[in-house]
């Protein structure tokens, strides 16, 4: 008998949405539209993180060894792309002008000074033993140093000026240790290795095989996260619909009717929860076979639906309950549909839909990890980068089924009281 009241609520709230396509439209058309604007806007931003290549001009005017050398750590960064086709006047222009970030400029005769002065210098230092050496070298000029000239977009960030100056000077600091132990070498005619290996080295520690990146992409944060604010929006038709219940008389009967208010409740659970599981598999159609066409990064899902649905239901019930507690106490449309747009939207800012959490400052951080928006995007995180299972999103999926809980329970207390008045 209850299930039969229960499939009677369910299909009374299939009524109510019909009468309201304007709102159906909304709710499935435009987190459609924000997640391809916003994946678009983002995806150079996700590009730069994920350490994508960066165009800067390199003009060498020494053509020898050391420009050679630097020439060639540049290359095999993985953060640089030389671009070589400039004079030093049409470099400045373009960096100036913003069109790249930076340039280098390595001057003329810059290995043949280095090792003129190194040489001298060596010189010194061995003569400074007593040991026999070319007097004619030690006494040559070396304290002039070259310029490796630096242009830098105005515009550019200053930690990333600091970080390419301490990359260029440590790749030069390499190069004249490797040249003065040569010229020691040289000079002391030994055969003994006394090349400059380091003493410390680091070591990259990685996942273990199963794990994937810890940074999303721009398709790996937008599909779930903006499946999340999709969910959560129904916040607004959801809370409305109970408040035109109220105003209507609807409520009333159905609290003086034999079945119990919960299933009227569970009624709206159930179908909220397929409308949410509607809206994420379309978010994720989009990101299987439309992105690839936009030149961006395929969603891949493979094996991995079953707990992104169950994460999707589980944000779906928090989502019910927020828009069953809205509901409940707003007294007309005016206070629930714009209070619900509201909520929903700070929930997403500080959830990490808008901007990522990794990317707020960290008291942001510590904020973000109370919003439901963020529990179920750690979720999706966990599936979609770490290939978590069940057991690896208990903790939020819990967390979100008790948000469930707890505003209903509020919802229906808050209910009784009013009616006991």
């Not at 034999?258 to 659970?269: E, S």
Request: glycine fraction near 6%.
């Amino acid at each position: 008998m209850l299930l039969y009241k229960l499939w009677r609520s369910f299909i009374k709230e299939i009524l109510l949405l019909k009468r309201d396509i304007g709102g159906i439209v909304i709710i499935f058309v435009m987190p459609l539209l924000l997640i391809i604007t916003i994946t678009l806007i983002q995806d150079s931003t996700f590009k730069n993180m994920e350490g994508s290549k960066i165009p800067i001009v390199f003009i060498d005017n020494d053509k020898s060894e050391i420009s050679g050398n630097i020439k060639k750590q540049l290359e095999n960064s993985k953060t640089f792309e030389l671009l070589p086709d400039f004079n030093e006047k049409t470099a400045e222009q373009a960096v100036f002008g913003g069109d790249y970030q930076m340039a280098i400029v390595i001057p003329k005769n810059l290995t043949q000074d280095i090792n003129t002065n190194i040489e001298a210098k060596v010189q010194t230092i061995v003569s400074s033993f007593g040991l026999e050496t070319d007097s004619s070298a030690a006494q040559k000029n070396t304290s002039k140093a070259k310029d490796i000239r630096l242009y830098f977009d105005p515009a550019t960030n200053i930690s990333f000026k600091n970080n390419v100056m301490n990359a260029v000077n440590k790749m030069v600091f390499e190069i004249e240790n490797k040249k003065i132990y040569k010229a020691f070498q040289d000079q002391l005619g030994t055969t003994e290795d006394l090349k400059n290996n380091s003493l410390i080295a680091f070591k990259e520690i990685t996942p273990k095989k199963g794990y994937l990146d810890v940074l999303p992409n721009s398709v790996q944060h937008n599909v779930p996260a903006w499946a999340l604010f999709a969910i959560f929006f129904i916040v607004v038709p959801l809370s409305i619909n109970l408040v035109k219940e109220k105003s209507q008389g609807t409520s009333v009967r159905a609290r003086i009717s034999p079945t119990p208010y919960f299933i009227h409740i569970l009624g709206k659970t159930f179908t909220y929860l397929i409308i949410c599981v509607i809206q994420f598999l379309l978010m994720v159609a989009v990101g299987i076979y439309l992105f690839p066409y936009m030149d961006l990064p395929q969603f891949d899902v493979t094996g991995k639906m079953l707990p992104l649905i169950i994460v999707t239901i589980f944000a779906g019930l928090a989502a019910i309950g927020f828009g069953v507690l809205l509901g409940t106490v707003a007294d007309t449309q005016e206070q629930s549909a714009p209070f619900g747009a509201t909520s929903v939207v700070v929930l997403a800012a500080v959830g990490g839909i808008w901007v990522p959490v990794f990317l707020m400052p960290e008291f942001m951080q510590t904020i973000a990890k109370f919003s439901p928006m963020n529990w179920g995007l750690n979720a999706y995180y966990d599936i979609i980068l770490r290939s978590s299972g069940i057991g690896g999103i208990a903790k939020e999926i819990t967390f979100l089924f008790l948000f469930y809980i707890a505003m209903v329970a509020i919802s229906l207390l808050y209910e009784r009281k009013q009616n006991a008045v």
